[in-house]
């Protein structure tokens, strides 16, 4: 059985092209979740609304905690990681990650980001060892199974991709790429949706083409076994 961590990080609600005014990449990540279910309605899917409820920036508890190492951790200590804690609980349970996550002012959002510095954790996900040599201290933890993620975007502008006239603007899936190979989770797959701003026959064509990559993506992925996962094609 395969345990999907379903987490979606737009401010807005409601789902574009069903709901007024709703995301585009609660939309992705909702049809990726219902073509899963329909071919593996056994997995399990847990779900994460970071866009409407953002887990809390890290303070300077939070920093405290995180580098006193467990056994001298006081009470308090550990009240200010529980949040972070619960969030990489649901991250190493996980088989496949489904993100919903578009491009705010050239990167992620910052509910993302705060999702992001609660789960790149030292002893739980990440590991430092000054002992090794110079390039080999940061050790990846998560690497007790293969993980997948699915970076479902979504962007005003146009020509951010990779080679676009506009990539150079775009830090949204390098810095979540970057992210997740820390941590030690390396397949990755993204799809987004460009010319929200635009609207009208643009638009349409960058949904349409951007849904079918979202469902092949599930299909490929679905007719995998648990632990082959990291063999699909990146769509
Ligand atoms: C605060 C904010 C910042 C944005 N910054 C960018 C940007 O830098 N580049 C871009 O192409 N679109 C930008 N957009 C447009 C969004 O990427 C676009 O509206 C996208 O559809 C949002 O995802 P959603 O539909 O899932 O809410 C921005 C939107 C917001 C609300």
Avoid at 113 to 141: H, M, Q
Wanted: hydrophobic fraction near 45%; aromatic fraction near 6%; include cysteine.
């Amino acid at each position: 059985m395969t345990e999907i961590l379903h987490i979606d990080a737009s401010a807005r609600p409601g789902l574009a092209g069903i709901d007024p005014h709703g995301s585009h990449t609660r939309r992705l990540t909702h049809e990726f979740i219902q073509r899963w279910r329909a071919q593996r309605p056994d997995d399990t899917v847990r779900y994460r609304d970071v866009g409407l409820q953002p887990p809390a920036p890290v303070d300077a508890a939070w920093v405290e905690a995180e580098f006193t190492p467990a056994a001298a951790r006081t009470p308090a200590m550990e009240a200010a990681i529980a949040d972070s804690n619960a969030l990489v609980e649901e991250l190493v349970a996980a088989d496949l990650l489904v993100l919903g996550v578009p491009l705010y002012n050239f990167s992620m959002p910052s509910a993302f980001k705060a999702w992001i510095d609660s789960i790149v954790r030292l002893g739980r996900t990440c590991d430092f060892r000054p002992e090794n040599p110079p390039l080999e201290r940061y050790v990846p933890l998560l690497v007790d199974k293969p993980r997948s993620v699915v970076l479902l975007s979504a962007r005003g502008g146009h020509g951010l991709d990779p080679g676009g006239p506009f990539a150079h603007m775009n830090h949204l899936e390098a810095s979540v790429r970057t992210a997740f190979h820390f941590i030690g989770i390396t397949d990755i797959h993204t799809v987004a949706i460009e010319h929200q701003e635009d609207g009208g026959e643009l638009l349409d064509a960058s949904v349409r083409m951007a849904m079918a990559q979202t469902l092949n993506l599930a299909d490929q992925l679905a007719a995998r076994p648990l632990g082959q996962q990291a063999m699909a094609q990146t769509g």
